[in-house]
Nanobody, 127 residues
Framework: QVQLVESGGGLVQTGGSLRLSCAGS????????MAWFRQAPGRERAFVAY????????DYADIVKGRFTISRDNAKNTVYLQMNSLKPEDTAVYYC????????????????????WGQGTQVTVSS
């Protein structure tokens, strides 16, 4: 069992930056692949970024590539999403997710729904 708690969301102006954190519980956190998803009002939840269990492999949605960076610190059971050059279209609730054995491809396509989810954190980018 993994419990996830996101933090770091808020209101920021266009071009600004935010760093989201996702704190996980459990001694097996480092065994799980992690990802960030987001859901804007009236839209489906969408893949944002992926990081493998040991942090070696990362993957990004095309619309955030070059602006967002995912990282993890397994000693702290935490995954981060550094978001730079934010745009109004980045406004959404951001969720972190954990799944044992998922690859970047399965997370990106959501062919397998991640097993564990956080409660979400709101990010609002003003124009």
């Amino acid at each position: 069992q993994v419990q996830l708690v996101e933090s770091g969301g808020g209101l920021v102006q266009t071009g600004g930056s935010l760093r989201l954190s996702c704190a996980g519980s459990g001694r097996t956190f480092s065994s799980y692949a992690m990802a960030w998803f987001r859901q804007a009002p009236g839209r489906e939840r969408a893949f944002v970024a992926y990081i493998s269990a040991r942090g070696i492999i990362t993957d990004y949605a095309d619309i955030v590539k070059g602006r967002f960076t995912i990282s993890r610190d397994n000693a702290k059971n935490t995954v981060y999403l550094q978001m730079n050059s934010l745009k109004p279209e980045d406004t959404a609730v951001y969720y972190c997710a954990a799944d044992y054995g998922s690859t970047a491809a399965t997370m990106r396509s959501m062919t397998r729904v991640p097993e564990f989810w956080g409660q979400g954190t709101q990010v609002t980018v003003s124009s």
